[in-house]
């Protein structure tokens, strides 16, 4: 009895030293597990914080305060009052005339191209917008806000240091000065940044905006619901109820699963090669975007359509069956109404990896120079990634924030984007 002890005691020692192991074993994978989750969420924050410290004050823009005299002499010498003669004059000479009021001290030709550099050169349009807008404006003065060059916008926002040497910074200390005497007397002031908004693309980092590229993504992806959506979920209901179970069906399933896991840009090339070369559309337009993205997005709906069929039990086919229905009556009326909330989140999550795609469109030509916004489908275009593409490869220090801005307006439509698929997957999904 003694030795039969002696081996039961031993055997629960090393029962219970296996358990201790094991337990062990489990807390450290859950400690590398958490582990693993805060670091990644750790670098998540860190890419947003570095986005939006650069980013948000894209959203702010300086503006300059001058005291504007429309003289009829400059803006209409023949006297006419015509929209087509007042659109001609010299609005140019306008704006000089009210910056050197701002310091009449200034008489060299050197210091007068410094005083004007402080203005943007979009500033005689928008004073002639105004007149165009009011021709009753023609020989009266009025204050007006302009946009603010630059160089201006990056001093007054401290992205470039005084204490730089006037070469290296682009503003010289005569310029620093004037800036300095605007901000005192309230004449320069960061306003909300309406033209970054409303305008497209530009040259001048001052006046570029995302209004082009987020038009141009919102035709692109409306193209792609259009045609991805449908055509997935016919194809994923046909595969799933319809089809029969055979080599071929076998094939097709394989190279859908396939076609999920292609990197994009190789949609980029066959949309390039079929739709551009030999059906002959136009380069850089949402039409071509869109039939390229739908080729991108149409395995992805389709697999989770058809998993949203699958999840559908089998007793709502059989009972409609059962009450007479026909098969196409049944996934018609009964199992495709059950299935759809599931299909409409494929769908939307679908259309948010096209909304952050460039490279297949930087194939088809969508990263062209577009100043105008689209108001067609086949009007010449951008989208948001190309647009922070384009952006992020200008040398302007003032492009550095405009393109961290974009991005914060394109994470701003896909956290919608899932968000809105989040909500209508608990809103109308159903526990079976």
Do not use: C
Request: aromatic share 8%; hydrophobic share 50%; no cysteine.
């Amino acid at each position: 009895m003694s030795r039969s002890a002696s081996a039961d005691e031993q055997r629960r020692a090393r029962v219970a030293a296996s358990l201790k192991r094991r337990y062990g074993a489990e807390r450290r994978f859950r400690l590398y597990g958490q582990l693993a989750v805060l670091v990644g969420l750790g670098f998540v924050a860190l890419l947003f914080v570095s986005i939006f410290s650069k980013g948000y004050s894209a959203f702010e823009q300086t503006y300059v305060r001058v005291d504007v005299n429309y003289d009829p002499e400059v803006l209409d010498p023949a006297g006419t009052r015509k929209p087509e003669d007042l659109a001609d004059g010299d609005y140019g000479a306008i704006v000089k005339a009210a910056l050197r009021a701002t310091a009449p001290e200034v008489e060299s030709r050197a210091e007068l191209k410094q005083l004007y550099a402080l203005a943007s050169n979009s500033a005689p349009r928008a004073l002639q917008a105004r007149i165009a807008a009011d021709p009753t404006l023609l020989g009266r003065r009025e204050s007006v806000w302009v946009l603010a060059s630059d160089h201006v916008d990056q001093i007054v926002k401290g992205y470039i240091r005084r204490d730089e040497s006037e070469e290296s910074r682009g503003v010289t200390d005569l310029q620093i000065k004037w800036i300095d005497a605007l901000r005192a007397k309230g004449a320069l002031e960061r306003r909300f940044n309406r033209q970054f908004f409303s305008g497209g693309d530009s040259r001048e980092p001052e006046q570029a905006g995302v209004a082009g590229a987020v038009v141009g993504s919102f035709f692109t992806l409306l193209v792609t619901l259009l045609l991805s959506f449908p055509i997935g979920v016919a194809a994923a209901v046909y595969l799933e109820e319809f089809a029969p179970k055979n080599r071929y069906t076998d094939f097709i399933e394989v190279n859908i699963n396939n076609l999920a896991a292609v990197p994009s840009i190789v949609f980029g090339l066959l949309g390039l090669a079929v739709f551009v070369q030999f059906f002959g559309l136009p380069r850089s337009v949402p039409l071509v975007g869109g039939l390229v993205l739908t080729l991108m997005t149409l395995p992805t709906i389709i697999i989770a359509s058809r998993a949203a069929l699958k999840a559908v039990p089998p007793s709502i086919r059989e009972a409609a069956l059962g009450m007479g229905a026909s098969r196409v009556q049944a996934i018609v009326h009964h199992v495709l109404p059950l299935a759809m909330p599931g299909m409409m989140t494929g769908g939307i999550l679908g259309m948010a990896r096209a909304l952050g795609e460039s490279a297949p469109l930087l194939l088809i030509g969508m990263v062209a120079f577009i100043v105008d916004v689209p108001r067609r489908l086949t009007d010449p275009s951008t989208v948001l990634p190309v647009q922070v593409y384009l952006w992020a490869r200008s040398s302007e220090r003032a492009f550095v924030e405009r393109t961290s801005g974009a991005i914060i307006v394109l994470l701003v439509f896909l956290l919608v984007m899932n968000g809105l698929a989040v909500l209508l997957r608990s809103r109308f999904e159903r526990r079976w």
